[in-house]
């Protein structure tokens, strides 16, 4: 019968039924029925470009993927403890995508739940607590990531920095708090400035995380040299570094196949979700040997879905599609189109102040010519851009990053359409607006 309730039956019954730290996007929420490669298709048969999905990573509901695993999940779906041939096939392409120093998988069900095993590991291997992590950064949704997540604990409902957690300055070149070229020692240096912190009080360093580019900080690009000057402090420190590709992964930059990969550096620890199985909850921690070796100390580290026949079958074919369609490719190219023109447009509309990001993965940051934050008009061009059929995300402290990461098949034309609506709503007479909607 729910099937047949209006929007507004669905509404009320999820107000006072369903978990309430959820808001619902727009402020005449969507109703969604269908996925086709790029677009989202609404109840009416009104289909959405796509610019905020960067889980349905080859495309919403690839049919090869589909496929892979509806006929998996036909013959035989158990957990990890038997053998079967889908999860070390998996294990296989996906170390081959990864530098050989990281050669030992483990299977998990999301993003929050790398990062969980990625910190246990972390605190196993060095016997150490505090951690080090980035300023708006965030890590998944349990326990141990909110207490790692500063977007979250910082945040409305947040406790503030816990004990164990070090924070360092968002590494923005653009309004940070070191701005434009030669900023990565300066940035790294912040870090060490945290592992000494640490140290004078007794302590060691566990690890020291981070996203290759900081999404909830607005799309954030490490400058050039911070992460491996980072890194040489954290390992000088004996704590291990981890890398949360769980946005970044799978092609996404265009570069390169994985984040960290655009800063020559080999982490300890990557963590890996979204992209992985296309929607389907798939993710997973790969690390070094030592690090598997001295993690697996006595206790079993069982997880009832993680590798399961069905999964493994569903993220092998997401690996072999984006290699197949040369996605990879494709974020590269794309991205560099829609970058380039996007530029072009920011010369005309300078409140487009700031255009930053990799391949597939992009952030236009509003301001207005004192560099402060313009939400309101971010907000009306994303709820703008809904209306003209195109879904876009907002992020960033201040809420005035326009954020771009559709799936990977989004192709030239998808761009165009993009930046045809984009440059139509920038003209429009919109600066004395208000932030009205949720978007
Ligand atoms: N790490 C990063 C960088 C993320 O963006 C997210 C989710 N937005 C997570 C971890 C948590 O992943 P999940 O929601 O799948 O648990």
Redo the contacts with the bound molecule.
């Keep these: 019968a729910i099937a047949h309730q209006s929007n507004e039956d669905l509404i009320t019954y999820r107000k006072k039924h369903l978990g309430k730290s959820l808001s619902l996007q727009y402020e005449t929420p969507i109703k969604m029925v269908r996925g086709n490669g790029p677009y989202l298709i609404d109840q009416y048969g009104r289909r959405y470009l796509d610019t905020v999905n960067n889980?349905a990573h080859v495309g919403h509901e690839h049919p090869r993927v589909v496929k892979a695993g509806q006929s998996q999940m036909a013959l035989i779906n158990t957990n990890s403890r038997y053998l079967h041939g889908n999860i070390n096939i998996l294990a296989q392409e996906l170390l081959e995508t990864l530098p050989e120093a990281l050669s030992v998988v483990h299977f998990v069900?999301?993003?929050?739940?790398?990062?969980e095993l990625a910190i246990r590991m972390a605190k196993a291997v060095t016997g150490e607590q505090d951690i080090i992590a980035s300023e708006v950064?965030?890590?998944?949704?349990?326990n141990s990531?909110i207490d790692i997540?500063a977007y979250k604990f910082n945040g409305k409902g947040g406790n503030g920095t816990p004990e164990h957690t070090h924070i360092f300055p968002l590494p923005d070149t653009f309004r940070g708090k070191y701005r434009g070229k030669n900023t990565g020692p300066l940035y790294a240096r912040e870090v060490q400035q945290q592992i000494t912190k640490i140290q004078k009080k007794g302590r060691g360093v566990s690890a020291f995380i981070v996203?290759p580019i900081?999404?909830?900080g607005g799309q954030i690009e490490l400058p050039t040299g911070f992460l491996k000057e980072a890194y040489q402090h954290i390992r000088n420190a004996g704590g291990l570094c981890i890398s949360?590709?769980?946005?970044?992964g799978c092609g996404r930059m265009g570069k390169t196949f994985w984040g960290f990969q655009l800063h020559h550096v080999v982490p300890d620890i990557v963590?890996i979700?979204?992209p992985l199985g296309n929607g389907h909850?798939l993710?997973a921690v790969v690390c070094t040997q030592k690090v598997a070796d001295e993690f697996a100390n006595g206790m079993e580290y069982f997880n009832t879905f993680g590798g399961n026949p069905v999964s493994c079958a569903i993220g092998t074919e997401v690996l072999r599609v984006v290699k197949e369609e040369g996605l990879q490719r494709n974020a590269l190219e794309v991205g560099e189109y829609l970058k380039s023109e996007l530029e072009k447009l920011a010369i005309r509309y300078p409140i487009m102040g700031n255009i930053r990001g990799q391949g597939l993965f992009l952030g236009v940051e509003m301001v207005d010519k004192k560099m402060e934050p313009l939400a309101a008009q971010t907000d009306y061009l994303a709820n703008r851009m809904k209306d003209h059929g195109i879904l876009m995300s907002i992020d960033g402290p201040d809420h005035n990053v326009l954020k771009i990461k559709p799936p990977l098949v989004f192709a030239k034309e998808n761009a165009n359409e993009l930046l045809f609506y984009l440059e139509r709503i920038l003209g429009e007479d919109f600066m004395d607006v208000s932030v009205q909607k949720n978007i």
Excluded: F, M
């Design positions: 889980v069900n999301s993003g929050s739940e790398a990062n950064g965030y890590h998944g949704n349990t990531c997540s996203e900081i999404s909830c949360d590709e769980v946005q970044t963590t979700g979204k909850p993710a």
